[in-house]
């Protein structure tokens, strides 16, 4: 069964500051990967898909990694700025249809 | 920008009752998903449905949970009787493509309280 993993749980760092989020899963065999970020009490904008047979993905300032044989995913964010601060989750696409969610990582960014 | 729409956005309920949740996704999206997020835990895949049938759905999605297209732009949850550990937060999405080779389009999300 497959099982996502996202650490740190929570993160805080000075604006400006150039930050990577990880995202780890137990099982390769995965169709697409996704990174999505979830405000307080709202829902869920998707900010970057990665394909399975992709290893990256770029928009604007932010860069996510996919390196399936390792189960592993970063999500990079480069000269964050407060406006970021939120939940990043991490998404396995693991059958035609669903998605294996991760549990967050809580990012504070401090001006 | 097209988006995913839900209502309500809060509903509360007794234990028993039937609720129903709605959904407007995407206009020319063909698949369409349900999500929940109890508090505090990580989110969880109920179900996928594409031309008018169910193509996936998890071990959460028993007897208890149906979905709908009633129409050309709705797309619906009902859980017929609702229990305490149903409370949470319901999420729909919608993809133009299925096979996860698409982004899933979230809604804001509807959050159940069951009393």
């Known amino acids: 069964k497959q099982e996502v993993t996202q650490i740190p749980a929570a993160l805080s760092v000075p604006e400006g500051e150039n930050l990577v989020l990880n995202c780890s899963f137990t099982?390769?065999?995965?169709?697409?990967l996704q990174w999505f970020r979830q405000d307080p009490g709202k829902g869920l904008t998707s900010l970057l898909l990665?394909?399975?047979s992709q290893r990256e993905q770029t928009s604007g300032r932010l860069n996510a990694s996919l390196d399936k044989s390792s189960g592993r995913s970063t999500l990079y964010i480069a000269a964050s700025q407060p406006g970021d601060s939120a939940t990043y989750l991490c998404?396995?696409?693991?059958?035609?249809?669903?998605?294996?969610w991760g549990a967050g990582t809580k990012l504070i960014i401090k001006p | 920008e097209p988006e995913v729409t839900q209502t309500p956005s809060h509903q509360v309920t007794q234990m028993g009752q039937e609720v129903i949740l709605r959904c407007v996704p995407i206009?020319?999206?063909?698949?369409f998903y349900w999500y929940r997020q109890i508090l505090g835990q990580k989110v969880e895949f109920l179900v996928s449905f594409y031309n008018n049938e169910i193509s996936e759905k998890s071990e959460i999605f028993d007897d208890q949970f149906s979905v709908e297209r009633p129409d050309g732009s709705n797309f619906t949850l009902k859980i017929r009787s609702t229990k305490l550990e149903d409370s949470a937060m319901y999420f729909c999405a919608s993809s133009l493509l299925g096979g996860n080779t698409d982004t899933q389009y979230f809604g804001p999300g509807t959050r159940l309280t069951v009393l």
């Open positions: 990665i394909q399975s």
């Open positions: 099982d390769s065999a995965i169709y697409n």
């Open positions: 998404a396995v696409g693991d059958s035609n249809y669903q998605l294996i």
């Open positions: 206009s020319n999206h063909l698949y």
